[in-house]
């Protein structure tokens, strides 16, 4: 039973990433509405982490605004230009797929998405992410909260690494949802001070099959010093292997 339920809930993962109108009219109405997701038929609207919460900095607000502010002007001028679009954010993945909510609760039902399991607002990963209207480019806005110490006073390579992941996977799986990281190649430059909000920058290099070749980049928000760079494989993957373990 539960085989053909997950069946059922990636049928209905690639229909969303995959149709562009599709995705961009479901995407529209996350923003505009603000809501997270749009109602499911068992009329549960799970807790979008993306949203503005009181423990944003300035810059964190400001840019979010900026960039809130294309989204929402985009939704209001059909298909033409180019825009950012946010994305909502949930912690667990499935609650993006039609009836996720529901499955959610039948399937690992304690699972968590590693960078949303922490209750305190601000104590480890606060971000916001954004995906270009072409979905050639993602832009995520990410504050480092206390609990991501590596280094005295800066950000620890592995939480780096954890949002490098997140916003090149998120990004591969908006081409073609699901896909896997098969490898991570990173280069650290420059240390983050902890508290400190970057921008992280994503961008499809190619795509060669099954294969998603991203790129990525980690800099401070005035552009005037990069902290990290990183390569990405994805590798699409069929249902059966997310249940082979
Ligand atoms: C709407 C959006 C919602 C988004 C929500 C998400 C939020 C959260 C986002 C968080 C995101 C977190 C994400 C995570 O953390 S994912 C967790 C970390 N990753 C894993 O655990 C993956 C473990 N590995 C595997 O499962 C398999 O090896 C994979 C699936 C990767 C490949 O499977 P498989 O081995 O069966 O593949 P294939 O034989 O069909 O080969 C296919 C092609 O790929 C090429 N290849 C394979 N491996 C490599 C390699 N290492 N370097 C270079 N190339 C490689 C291969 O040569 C072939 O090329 P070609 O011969 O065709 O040219």
Redesign the pocket.
Known sequence: MARSAIGRLFAGLRC??VGNTQLQTQCSRWSSERTGVEASMFSHKPRDFSLPNPSWGEEMKRLYKHYNLQSEEAAGQGEDGEWWTR?PSYNR?LK?ATGGVYLSKMIQSKAR?FTRNIRDPGAAFEYVLFFRNDKQRCLCIFQAGHLLEGPPGHVHGGAIATMI??VT??HA??LS?PV????LNINYRSPIPLGSTVLIESTLDKE????KFISCKVSSTDGSKLHTEATA?F?S?SVS?LLRG
Do not use: F, R
């Not at 060669?208 to 294969?211: A, N, Q, R, S, V």
């Open positions: 969303l990433p994305l993945s993006y998405l992941d997140t996977g998120t799986s908006l949802a896997m990281t098969a490898n060669e099959g099954k294969k494989l590798v993957i292997h």
